[in-house]
């Protein structure tokens, strides 16, 4: 089986490859005149419901029903790409912050950029938060976002230490915050990894959205004990965090 598993994952990243680039040119075809939010939707649905099934992942959620219906910022633990694959498959109405670099793949960037996705650099805090302030006009329309607040993925599934610049950026947005516990991505692929459930044949990754956080309390000043509280909601479901 574990050839077969193997086997598979090689000839799915030249499938993952063009179904990609597809999936790109048709977002910045959908987009080439104006954004049309319920299309760009539906095309990255497909898009990662498709990458799901390249690799044989199968998705599971708990706590669906608890997502506002207006703006809010999703804050998920951060392991593997599968997050957002996983997290996009299930429920798309969303847009994530992604690392400068990924901008320049050709298509993808731009299919990125057409899409609303928020470029970090992390390198440039002074950059991140000028993205997070644009991005105050589209939350103000009901906008979704998520965001890891441990700031890069981790190698094992615990929480590492939260970083400021999500809850600066909800608290100035004055949106709920909804953390998320993603479960069983690092299984399918792990940091340092390349090729997907390379050494098994299924995979199944489990999300729970937990009740939101109101921010409408918060100040910058007291950033540190929405952080705590954040932290607090997510840590029963890690053994071996950090307080």
């Excluded at 993603?182 to 459930?197: C, M, R, S, T």
Aim: aromatic share 14%; proline share 6%.
């Amino acid at each position: 089986m574990r050839i077969l598993s193997a086997l598979r994952s090689v000839i799915g990243i030249f499938v993952f490859i063009p179904w990609t680039v597809f999936w790109s040119i048709a977002m910045i075809s959908a987009t080439f005149f104006r954004a049309h939010r319920s299309i760009e939707d539906k095309i990255i649905g497909r898009w990662c419901r498709g990458v799901l099934a390249i690799f044989g992942v199968k998705v599971k959620t708990r706590g669906m029903d608890l997502i506002p219906s207006g703006a809010c910022l999703f804050l998920f633990n951060h392991t593997s790409f599968f997050d957002i694959f996983s997290m996009a498959a299930v429920y798309p109405h969303f847009r994530f912050g992604a690392k400068i670099e990924l901008f320049s793949i050709p298509f993808f960037g731009k299919a990125m950029e057409r899409a609303g996705v928020l470029p970090i650099e992390r390198a440039r805090r002074e950059k991140v938060f000028r993205v997070y302030s644009q991005a105050e006009e589209r939350t103000a329309r009901g906008e979704k976002f998520a965001l890891a607040p441990e700031g890069s993925r981790n190698s094992e599934e615990r929480l590492l230490p939260f970083k400021s610049g999500p809850f600066i950026f909800a608290i100035d947005s004055k949106m709920p915050i909804v953390p998320v516990v993603i479960k069983g991505a690092n299984e399918v692929l792990g940091k340092g990894q390349f090729l997907p459930n390379f050494k098994r044949w299924g995979g199944e990754i489990s999300i729970e959205f937990l009740p939101a956080i109101p921010t409408k309390d918060f100040t910058q000043e007291t950033r540190s004990e929405l952080q705590q509280v954040t932290r607090k909601a997510m840590l029963p479901f890690f053994s071996g965090s950090p307080e």
